[in-house]
């Protein structure tokens, strides 16, 4: 299994009219709190990507939470981001993740119920278990599919593949499940792991889809970083295990 630093961004690739980056955990996707921003990194190095899409939100495609890491990809032209905002927005867009979680699940998994916010700009998304309640805001849909591949003290690593891009989807879904992601505490999580920091373990590990510029399936990958493949060394987890 590949790893990478896990400090600092990364440009993993760059050709016909698309990048695809490493974000760090800890790092916001976009300005608008304290802290670091992919997006502003990416503009400093490739000025010219601060005029492809909107101006508070240059270039990136699309977002993750700021505690979990991974691959994130941007458009280097106002067509290219156009499209794939579209393949993003219909669900063409394959997500897949790395997800420790807690406990061991007997099988693969897969929640599809809506979420929604209990209040207005609420931190925390909910599962809408009955679909007439009305305990939360615009419920949207969702669909989180889990497949374990090998466990170890408690704890279970899976590959978790959505294809819709909810806030805070995967975490709300398995916490749900009653696997919440190792580290996540705001989910439910219940036993803390050293070397996870402030971080969750969850991480973007891979996208696919039908590249614009020819109609041809693409499936880009970002390897795990050196800090979350330190707590599965931890843990006891064999790297032959895993995918690569």
């Known amino acids: ?61 699309h977002r993750l939470d700021r505690p979990t890491s991974g691959l994130m990809l941007a458009a280097r032209t106002q067509e290219m981001y156009r499209a794939l905002r579209q393949a993003f927005s219909h669900g063409e867009v394959v997500k897949r993740y790395l997800a420790l979680v807690e406990g061991e699940p007997d099988g693969p998994l897969c929640c599809d119920l809506p979420l929604g916010e209990r209040y207005r700009r609420s931190k925390k998304v909910q599962v809408v278990s009955d679909p007439a309640a009305r305990r939360v805001r615009r419920p949207l849909p969702a669909r989180t599919e889990v497949e374990p591949l090998a466990s170890a003290g408690g704890f279970t690593l899976c590959r978790v593949t959505i294809h819709t891009g909810v806030r805070h989807q995967i975490r709300a879904h398995l916490a749900h499940l009653g696997h919440p992601v190792a580290g996540d505490g705001f989910y439910g999580a219940r036993r803390s792991l050293a070397g996870l920091g402030e971080r969750i373990f969850l991480h973007a590990s891979e996208a696919g889809f039908d590249h614009p510029a020819d109609g041809r399936p693409r499936r880009l990958s970002c390897p795990l970083g050196e800090d979350l493949a330190g707590v599965l060394d931890a843990l006891g987890f064999s790297r032959r295990a895993l995918p690569r």
Request: charged share 15%; net charge neutral; hydrophobic share 45%.
């Open 1 to 61: 299994m590949p790893t990478m630093p896990h400090r600092t961004p990364r440009i993993l690739s760059d050709d016909e009219g698309l990048l695809s980056l490493f974000k760090p955990a800890g790092w916001h996707t976009f300005p608008g709190g304290s802290g670091l921003a992919l997006s502003a990194w990416l503009v400093q190095r490739h000025p010219e990507l601060a005029a492809v899409g909107p101006a508070a939100a240059p270039a990136l495609l």
